[in-house]
T-cell receptor, first 112, second 116 residues
């Protein structure tokens, strides 16, 4: 199994631009999570899905952030418009039932 | 509200020393899960262990061992005979039992530096 795959690995964009981060979870995992890691706030959960349905998005910082999971093998996290304070590493993770979460390698986003 | 505290932000040891990373958690649930993850310089998060709240038996895996004590709400991680490759940031995390999935609340992490 290839594990959780995230793309791109690095993204540099200008303030105000739209950014889309992508994630392919491990096949058969029912849960998908988006986390953000910053120096100031550490690792924090943004949103998670169960069977492609968003369950808890209370961690999404504001309306500029949106996430979708159109099918079991793909999810996106979109930021529109992006701001410098969105600069962070964004991790996608998937897990089966109550099993451990498997993390992708992360996308390092820099908004200038 | 659940919370995870890793009081040690940074630890530096010399190779072959033993080192213990502390983790204290808070939760009102009686059913919960505790995790440790390793984040090496390459950036990915590597799963190390998961324990449920009903299993207080300590666990050993090679040079790694974990001490779970519900009485003190602690889940400490010890590396025996540390090696340079152990240098990383280590995160303790908590998932409450009433979560539908495995929403993780992470501690702030402990940066471990093992010097040759």
């Amino acid at each position: 199994d290839a594990g959780v795959i995230q793309s791109p690995r690095h993204e540099v964009t200008e303030m105000g631009q739209e950014v889309t981060l992508r994630c392919k979870p491990i096949s058969g995992h029912d849960y998908l999570f988006w986390y953000r890691q910053t120096m100031m706030r550490g690792l924090e959960l943004l949103i998670y899905f169960n069977n492609n349905v968003p369950i808890d998005d209370s961690g999404m910082p504001e309306d500029r952030f949106s996430a979708k999971m159109p099918n079991a093998s793909f999810s996106t996290l979109k930021i529109q418009p992006s701001e410098p304070r969105d600069s962070a590493v964004y991790f996608c993770a998937s897990s089966p039932d109550r099993g451990r979460a498997f993390f992708g390698q992360g996308t390092r986003l820099t908004v200038v | 509200a659940q919370k995870v505290t890793q009081a040690q932000t940074e630890i530096s040891v010399v190779e072959k020393e033993d080192v213990t990373l502390d983790c204290v958690y808070e939760t009102r649930d009686t059913t919960y899960y505790l995790f440790w993850y390793k984040q090496p310089p390459s950036g990915e998060l590597v799963f190390l262990i998961r324990r449920n709240s009903f299993d207080e038996q300590n666990e050993i895996s090679g040079r790694y061992s974990w001490n779970f004590q519900k009485s003190t709400s602690s889940f400490n991680f010890t590396i025996t005979a540390s090696q340079v490759v152990d240098s990383a940031v280590y995160f303790c995390a908590l998932s409450e039992g009433n979560n539908a999935g495995n929403m993780l609340t992470f501690g702030g992490g402990t940066r471990l530096m093992v010097k040759p």
